[in-house]
């Protein structure tokens, strides 16, 4: 309750205007009810975000309360891009913008707790090909040669790529899987200061999907860094993506060579080797010329005949890998007593919970329990 949260403000310094406005996006909430919840007119909002008024300590408390965040958080400045960051979203009219603007904060503090770490930890440092790539071409064969590239960059060969999270963590692709609460949204990925990050949704829990999913938003990394994202422009580069993700997981000179028909089973079996989902495996033989479109109408309407179109045999055999990177840093702070609990999160000015939740560490592992020692009054029998 909004009552049982103390908050005096004559103890802290005055509140970072822009702060506010980040902890109202970051809880998912419009200006109007952001208001509506505070106690206060729209306009009094908008003057606290834009730093033209300080809000009382009463409507301090009731902020601090309704976002769910600490008081350090509203005086602690972070770095932040001055035009903010440009995630790759796969629809822009689809997806909300309170949805986008909730997301991309989360970005934003998981590049602050990376941005933390990092003072105190070696973490693993970028390693991507140089592509001359150009996004407004559409080229098919610059994506398959830019695939292929990264392959070789990284020594992957041309077989299956069954761990495609730990490869890209591995390689300095920062990455957390968390429930996004957004139907439209399986992941989204951004550059920030050099660095590419990627949030996809444990929502989704079927491996080749998520799978697809990161090799997608590698694509945005690798190919469209430089990119500005409009309506006029998003179809196409979310084209390019697919085709990327399609060509990295699925190389063309091994993986047409293995198929050989088109019934479900022989898919299923191509499956099982590829780790990759029937319905991309038939749009990947279709944009090679494998399967002509009739051919690829008919496994898609098997797959649809037998209801497994969104939900195939197999995915469960596929465990979905928890990124790893950042929370075994932390856990290593804490082994070494590098650092306390306590003072990682303080140092962040963050809940316990987010950076558990982005860090992918377990719930309550960041949490500082007081132990209330209780006297006993102790009887000696012989004066009994």
């Known amino acids: 309750m909004i009552d ?9 310094p005055k509140p ?17 009810t952001f208001a509506e919840l505070i106690g206060v007119s729209r306009q ?26 600490p008081p350090a958080f509203f005086v602690a400045s972070k770095d932040r891009s001055a035009n903010g960051i440009t995630p790759f979203w796969r629809g822009l009219k689809r997806m909300e913008a309170h949805h986008r603007k ?37 080229d098919v064969e610059q994506i398959e040669r830019a695939a292929d590239a990264l392959r070789d960059h990284w020594k992957l060969g041309r077989g299956p790529v069954l ?26 990925s951004c550059w920030q200061f050099g ?6 949704s444990s929502d989704v829990e079927g491996g080749p ?15 469209h860094s430089s990119v500005e994202v409009t309506s006029e422009n998003l179809a196409l580069i979310e084209k390019q993506a697919n085709r990327f993700a399609g ?6 000179e091994s993986f047409s060579r293995e198929v050989l028909g088109t019934s479900i089973n022989h898919f299923l079996f191509l499956k099982e080797k590829w780790g990759v989902s029937i319905a991309a495996m038939a749009y990947r033989c279709k944009d090679l010329g494998i399967l002509n479109s009739d051919q690829h109408s008919y496994v898609m309407k098997q797959l649809n005949a037998r209801k497994i179109l969104t939900q195939e045999p197999l995915d469960e055999i596929f465990a979905v890998r928890q990124p790893n990177v950042i929370g075994e840093s932390i856990r290593l702070l804490l082994e070494n007593g590098v650092k306390s609990k306590s003072e990682i999160v303080e140092a962040l000015a963050l809940n316990a919970s987010d950076i558990e939740s982005l860090g992918g560490l377990p719930k309550g592992h960041l949490e500082t329990t007081v132990v209330q020692f209780k006297p006993r009054l102790l009887i000696n029998d012989n004066n009994a």
């Open 4 to 12: 049982s949260i103390p908050f005096d403000r004559g103890s802290l």
């Open 16 to 32: 970072i205007p822009e702060r506010i406005r980040e902890a109202r996006e970051a809880s998912g909430l419009q200006p109007e």
């Open 44 to 69: 009094a909002v908008a003057r606290f975000e834009s730093g033209l008024m300080s809000p009382s300590g009463e409507t301090m408390r009731k902020i601090i309360a309704i976002t769910r965040l």
């Open 102 to 138: 909730r997301i991309a904060r989360r970005l934003e503090w998981l590049h602050d707790i990376v941005s933390y770490v990092s003072e105190f930890v070696d973490m693993p440092d970028l390693s991507l090909p140089h592509l001359a790539f150009n996004a407004n071409s559409g």
């Open 163 to 188: 761990d495609v999270s730990a490869i890209m963590e591995n390689h300095g692709i920062t990455l957390a899987r968390e429930s996004v609460s957004c139907e439209d949204m399986d992941a989204v």
């Open 195 to 200: 660095r590419p990050y990627v949030l996809y």
């Open 209 to 223: 999907r998520n799978s697809y999913n990161l090799c997608h938003e590698l694509a945005h990394v690798l190919l």
């Open 247 to 252: 060509a990295f997981l699925l190389p063309q």
